[in-house]
């Protein structure tokens, strides 16, 4: 079992939904947990970063963190074609690096 | 603006060929890493450096070197680059080892012909 699951979708969504974004893991150590947004043939972009089991908010966006389901979620709110990207979960447990998800890549439709 | 610079953007290289690839930052940061970035796939870290300090991950191959000459530069070496090497190289950074937080460049695409 691979530590961080993420599905690679593609996801398709119409302009204006709400898009859920979700990730597994495996390593009851990760405390810190990051989504980063990658444009084609760019370098990711934080995100989000939260610590610990709770809720962060900025903007449209929202990252969830269930640390008893192992388990995360980014919400993107009133989706638009400009947040079409692939979006990395990514997590640590310290001053031990980052794991990375899969990404999944997201089509918003005009 | 304080950022992560990688050159170049893209890099074509013969197999056996050595290359190098470099990053600069402006953040002031004093931890700088290393990934390597395959089409579809999660960035691998590679190395990472608190400083000077080096970190080889377990798995990084004996082809991958790095360089830190100072805290703005860190170099990625490839001594023999193989087919199975053609991906995205991207650099990041963080303030400390125990920060989170890192900034990635845009990344170098190698292509390995």
């Known amino acids: 079992q691979k530590e961080v699951e993420q599905d690679p979708g593609p996801l398709s969504v119409p302009e204006g939904a709400i898009v859920s974004l979700n990730c597994t893991y495996s390593?009851?150590?990760?405390?810190?947990f990051m989504w980063y947004r990658q444009y084609s043939r760019k370098g990711p972009e934080l995100l989000m970063y939260?610590?610990?089991?709770g809720n962060k908010e900025d903007g449209r966006f929202t990252a969830q963190v269930d640390k008893s389901s192992k388990y995360i979620s980014l919400f993107i709110r009133d989706s638009q074609p400009s947040d079409s990207a692939t979006y990395l979960c990514?997590?640590?447990?310290?001053?031990?690096?980052?794991?990375f998800g899969k990404g999944t890549h997201l089509i918003i439709q005009p | 603006d304080a950022m992560v610079i990688q050159n170049p953007r893209y890099q074509v290289t013969q197999f056996g060929k050595p290359v190098t690839l470099s990053c600069s930052q402006t953040?002031?940061?004093?931890?700088m890493y290393w990934y390597q970035q395959k089409s579809s796939q999660a960035p691998k870290l590679l190395f990472h450096?608190?400083?000077?300090?080096?970190?080889n991950e377990a798995d990084t191959p004996d082809n991958f070197q790095s360089r830190r000459p100072n805290t703005s530069f860190c170099f990625l070496d490839i001594r023999s680059p193989g087919l199975g090497d053609a991906a995205m190289y991207l650099c990041?950074?963080?303030?400390?080892?125990?920060?989170?937080?890192?900034?990635f460049g845009p990344g170098t695409r190698l292509t390995v012909l």
């Open positions: 990041a950074t963080s303030r400390e080892a125990e920060d989170n937080e890192q900034f």
């Open positions: 990514a997590m640590s447990g310290g001053a031990d690096g980052l794991t």
């Open positions: 390593n009851s150590a990760f405390q810190y």
């Open positions: 939260t610590y610990s089991s």
């Open positions: 450096y608190y400083d000077k300090d080096f970190n």
């Open positions: 953040l002031n940061h004093n931890v």
